[in-house]
């Protein structure tokens, strides 16, 4: 089915068009619509306008008036003010509206982007060898939500993730291995994400312990990091070892997050090893980058340090080995020449704002980023104790992602049980809901909050049933879907003839503007912005449940399946708004 043309939209052209006959001299003029609490809508663009042509603004506004189409959709119309104009819907027209949404399905009327591109997502990095702590979580919630909704508008996806799976340390590990061959052997067949994690834990604490102790091993770890490099057979081989068994951890943390890892998207730092030489040669032979001291840099006159020096990217070091800044530009060059991609986004700290700018800066330099390419650091803030300081334990030590998982899962299936006995939940749905309502609970408090900012991990509140959380949406979601097993022989029909009740007209137009709000959202890769309209949806929900009787006391047929049809699109826009944010919404809870 076709998209569903918003109410904003509809009125917006209708203004458009009333501007231009009163002023054909302004050509296409904006008459700045926006939602207002005086009307359904207000109009502030004639001010601008009128003080352009040097016009009286009410006068042009009374014209303006004149000329607009009203039809089936615009109900009244009147100046206000120095000119503003006040827009009041017909309620057929909202009614109309939102049943073409209803039969368009799960897009609800949503439309796709008009000129889709390729994105190439970075998202979810995690280190091989290394537990996967709090640092880790908002790459992967964040990236996740991006994901979900740039696919849901029609954007072609490319993910990747950027693994850190090369390096020095690597050298000292594998070398422990080649020295202790059955460390990391499974003797009972497959093995679970934890003891994945274990083994490698045991064992790089082992190789550390060696390393800091034995000048002999020191510098045959040092050596074997020339082989890796180099690409000896059984040195891979040992560190393929090291990446098959971080993996098995890796996706076991995914899993708990509820997210789609998928293999031919986890493309480490070791996958561009072959393009640094070739990548350096560019830089070098263009002039974008060049010799100081020995390494390979870039300069750039905005960027110095404490002391008015020069800061470069340095692509390559004095030494001959090549910096993270030689990988990430190899990366560019694969993600714009070979997968063709438009946009690269990349879900990064915000502490490595510095480092990105620098190597974005080069590439346009370069020529791989343009007009037609270009690249966007999403990034994101701290994740805060709740007493406003970096996460940590009571000994300081940063926290696992996986325990933070855990009591979350374990705090909310408390709340899921407190409940379960007046649903008449099983303990299969207890556990399995309460899964769903703690991983919901962390990321929702995650993509509640603009990514730029911090934002304080307190799960007291995050499993609360009250306030802008998660588990208050859920709940909003099952109560609605309780209510169809009470509804006996009636069934959500639209109603379009059927005057509206004031909080039946203001969930209506919260409910047209879910299209309007995505397309702000994927623009802008700001999930905040889908999490704020569906709280917003769900308080607007709790007011026109309380004012407009469904079930009982029982109103007329009619009426009846019109607030029917606003309970089952309200919870079908929830569903599908939860998902896109990478949250479940149980049935029943």
């Given at each position: 089915m076709a998209s569903v043309t918003s109410l904003t939209a509809s009125v917006h052209q209708r203004l458009a068009d009333a501007l231009t006959a009163a002023l054909p001299e302004a050509g296409s003029a904006d008459p700045l619509l926006r939602r207002s609490d005086r009307a359904d809508f207000q109009a502030n663009g004639i001010l601008a306008l009128?003080?352009?042509?040097?016009?009286?603004?009410?006068?042009?506004?009374?014209?303006?008036?004149a000329r607009v189409e009203s039809g089936e959709v615009i109900k009244d119309i009147e100046v206000s003010g120095p000119g503003f104009l006040n827009i009041t819907i017909t309620d057929r027209a909202i009614t109309e509206n939102l049943a073409a949404r209803y039969a368009d399905g799960e897009r609800l009327?949503?439309?796709?982007?008009?000129?889709?591109?390729?994105?190439?997502?970075?998202?979810?990095?995690?280190?091989?060898?290394?537990?996967?702590?709090?640092?880790?979580?908002?790459?992967?919630?964040?990236?996740d939500a991006v994901v979900q909704i740039l696919e849901f508008v029609g954007e072609s996806v490319v993910r990747r993730h950027h693994i850190g799976d090369w390096g020095t340390q690597f050298g000292m590990l594998i070398q422990y291995l080649i020295e202790h061959p059955h460390e990391l052997d499974h003797q009972g067949g497959e093995v679970s994400g934890e003891e994945a994690m274990s083994n490698l834990n045991r064992l790089y604490k082992a190789a550390r312990t060696l390393f800091d102790s034995d000048e002999e091993f020191k510098t045959r770890a040092r050596r074997r990091v020339v082989d890796l490099q180099a690409g000896e057979p059984e040195t891979l081989a040992m560190w393929q070892k090291f990446v098959d068994e971080s993996k098995i951890y890796f996706y076991s943390v995914f899993e708990k997050l509820d997210m789609e890892i998928r293999d031919p998207d986890v493309v480490g730092e070791s996958g561009y090893n072959d393009m640094l030489d070739e990548t350096c040669r560019l830089l070098e032979e263009s002039g974008v980058a060049v010799r100081s001291e020995g390494a390979l840099c870039v300069f750039f006159d905005d960027i110095k340090g404490p002391e008015g020096n020069p800061v470069p990217l340095i692509v390559r070091k004095s030494d001959g080995g090549y910096g993270y800044a030689a990988t990430d530009l190899s990366a560019i060059r694969d993600r714009v020449f070979r997968l063709k991609a438009s946009t690269l986004l990349y879900v990064v700290d915000v502490r490595?704002?510095?480092?990105?700018?620098?190597?974005?800066?080069?590439?346009?330099?370069?020529?791989?980023?343009?007009?037609?390419v270009k690249a966007h650091q999403l990034a994101f803030g701290t994740v805060l104790g709740k007493d406003g300081k970096p996460f940590k334990t009571r000994e300081g030590e940063t926290i696992r992602l996986v325990d933070l998982l855990d009591e979350a899962i374990e705090r909310a299936t408390t709340v899921v049980r407190e409940k379960a006995e007046k649903v008449g939940l099983s303990e299969q749905e207890i556990g399995e809901n309460g899964r769903y309502v703690g991983i919901g609970a962390v990321k929702y408090a995650d993509l509640s909050t603009s990514a730029v900012r911090d934002y304080k991990f307190d799960l007291d509140q995050m499993v609360s049933l009250n306030g802008d959380t998660s588990v208050y949406l859920q709940y909003a979601y099952a109560r609605i879907r309780s209510i169809f097993g009470k509804a006996g022989d009636r069934a959500p029909l639209a109603h379009p003839e059927l005057e509206l009740a004031p909080a039946e007209r203001a969930l209506g137009l919260h409910l047209d503007r879910f299209g309007e709000t995505l397309e702000e959202v994927a623009a802008e890769y700001a999930p905040h912005k889908l999490a704020a309209y569906l709280?917003?949806?769900?308080?607007?929900?709790?007011?026109?449940?309380?004012?407009c009787p469904v079930i009982k006391p029982a109103p007329a047929q009619e009426v009846a399946e019109n607030r029917l049809f606003l309970c089952d699109l309200t919870a079908r826009t929830l569903h599908q708004g939860m998902a896109l944010l990478g949250i479940r919404t149980p049935e029943r809870l």
């Open positions: 009128a003080k352009k042509a040097k016009a009286n603004p009410r006068e042009l506004a009374t014209q303006v008036v009327g949503v439309p796709f982007v008009e000129h889709p591109g390729t994105t190439v997502i970075d998202y979810a990095q995690p280190n091989v060898a290394k537990e996967m702590h709090v640092g880790h979580l908002r790459s992967a919630v964040i990236g490595q704002s510095l480092h990105f700018r620098m190597v974005f800066e080069t590439a346009r330099r370069a020529g791989w980023l343009n007009d037609d709280y917003q949806l769900a308080s607007l929900y709790t007011t026109f449940y309380d004012q």
